[in-house]
Structures are given as structure tokens and as C-alpha cells.
């Protein structure tokens, strides 16, 4: 159980410095420390998004920076996603989804540090450069 309490912890406080979301730290997290399957990882992972969403979006609600309709509509679509996801992981073996997980980890990763990179070079992104 502590295991699992620092594993919540790290991948709480990494994603909200970093700005990653938080299943790109937990669901390798759960897997490596706690010994979870990949799907189960991803099923914990998708079930502990919820009350962090939910707080998130109250707290930002309070500044004015929540735009409800494109919320709700991005949630519903997401939720159809979300379903057609969970019939696909069902339906994969556990090595084709650690190799899409990590596939997608290094997509994201490359595309950090090209952000990164045009922004120290003087071009940020969305400026036209």
C-alpha cells in the first residue's frame, strides 16, 4: 500500500510541475513498482484521472477558465473514445500495448524537447516561426 501511496504522490506532483499528464508517469509506475499487468495499469490509471479532473476543473472554474461547452464536448466524445479504447486493450496482447505505450512516450517526449529547442531559439510556438 505505500508503495502505491508514493507512486500516486510522484506522479501527482511531476505531472502538475511538468504539465505531463499523469498517466504517462503512473501507468509505468504501476507496472515497474507495484507489479500490476499493463492493462490493469491503464484501468487504475484511467479510474485515479477522475477525482484529479474533477478537482482540477472545479479549482479552474473558480478563475474563469473553464470553457464548458467545449468540455462537454470533448468529455462525451472521450467517453465514446474511452470505450472503443478499452474493447482494443482487451483485445491486444500485453507486449503490443507496453510497445504502443512506449511508442507513444517517445512521440511525446520528441515533441517536448522540439518545443523546447524553437523556444530557446528565439521562435516560440504559435508565433508563426
Do not use: C
Request: hydrophobic share 55%; no cysteine.
Amino acid at each position: 500500500m505505500i508503495e502505491t501511496v508514493a507512486v500516486g504522490l510522484a506522479a501527482g506532483l511531476i505531472a502538475g510541475l511538468l504539465g505531463v499528464g499523469g498517466g504517462i508517469l503512473m501507468v509505468p509506475a504501476l507496472v515497474v513498482f507495484i507489479g500490476l499487468s499493463q492493462i490493469e495499469a491503464e484501468a487504475t490509471s484511467l479510474l485515479a484521472i477522475v477525482p484529479t479532473a474533477l478537482v482540477g476543473a472545479w479549482r479552474q472554474a473558480q478563475y474563469g477558465n473553464v470553457r464548458w461547452r467545449d468540455g462537454l464536448v470533448i468529455g462525451a466524445l472521450s467517453a465514446l473514445g474511452g470505450a472503443g479504447g478499452v474493447a482494443a486493450a482487451n483485445a491486444l496482447p500485453e507486449r503490443a500495448l507496453r510497445l504502443g505505450f512506449a511508442a507513444f512516450m517517445l512521440v511525446m517526449a520528441f515533441q517536448l524537447v522540439r518545443r523546447t529547442l524553437r523556444t530557446q531559439g528565439g521562435v516560440s510556438p504559435g508565433s508563426g516561426g
